[in-house]
């Protein structure tokens, strides 16, 4: 998952669930508790039925010396509500192995197809499939839904990996952004080695206002900094 957190799909309480409204979401990058890097979340709307969303991590302090960035872009649309994928673009220099991708989700036909680190890859599509972005959309439009239970199949490193999330109970979670009512969702994980955790805020439409990742020996974590989109924020 490595962070992407986050960020999704935002909809405004007052509004249809259907109904996407642009927004910023900036976020501090955290590694084992320093703040490493800054990552913003931006949702724009392309045409009338297309929206692009854009993750952007750029590294500060100790990490700026190495001058890694990750850049990912999904394009989506709705069907019956829900984000769906139509191409994705992007690199992750943060990762041990720099990862770059390319896809395209093509619906009509029932194929996924692009290219990982060059190589061209391809899969039959189905109904829960989704990019590295886009499946953290569904997972804001499922919460929204009242599902306390989701799974996901991801085009992601020329495989398709099975996701599978699960609300844990309430909290209360304090961010840079300020204090949130918050739903804890985990992700389950074959690895003891590796464990998510996101906390969503029904405020903000079920927004994650702060993700961590155990990985190994290493705890990744993102903290909302500022929003903008959202009425009354």
Same mark, same amino acid.
């Given at each position: 998952? /490595? ?27 955290? !590694? ?20 692009? /969303?854009?993750? /952007? ?77 886009? /499946? ?46 918050? !739903? ?24 994650? !206002?702060? !993700? ?22």
């Amino acid at each position: 998952m /490595y962070l992407r957190a986050l960020l999704l799909l935002l909809f405004i309480g007052n509004v249809a669930a259907d109904e996407q409204v642009p927004f910023q979401a900036d976020y501090e990058f955290r !590694v084992n508790g320093m703040a490493l890097g800054a990552t913003a979340i931006t949702l724009v709307r392309e045409t009338e039925a297309r929206w692009v /969303y854009t993750d /952007y991590t750029h590294p500060t302090g100790l990490l700026a010396a190495i001058g890694r960035d990750r850049r990912e872009v999904s394009t989506l649309t709705l069907h019956d509500g829900s984000p769906r994928p139509l191409d994705f673009q992007g690199h992750d220099g943060f990762r041990s192995k720099p990862r770059a991708g390319t896809l395209h989700f093509d619906w009509n036909v029932g194929v996924v197809s692009g290219t990982w680190n060059n190589a061209p890859w391809s899969a039959p599509l189905t109904e829960t499939f989704h990019d590295p972005l886009s /499946y953290q959309l569904a997972i804001m439009h499922d919460l929204a839904q009242g599902k306390q239970t989701m799974d996901y199949l991801i085009a992601e490193d020329a495989k398709v990996k099975s996701y599978h999330f699960r609300m844990v109970g309430q909290e209360t979670t304090t961010t840079l952004a300020g204090r949130f009512e918050t !739903v804890r969702v985990e992700r389950e994980q074959d690895s003891d080695k590796r464990h998510t955790t996101l906390w969503c805020a029904p405020s903000l439409a079920y927004l994650p !206002v702060q !993700v961590e990742q155990q990985d190994g020996g290493t705890r990744y974590g993102m903290v909302l900094r500022t929003i903008e989109g959202f009425a009354g924020r």
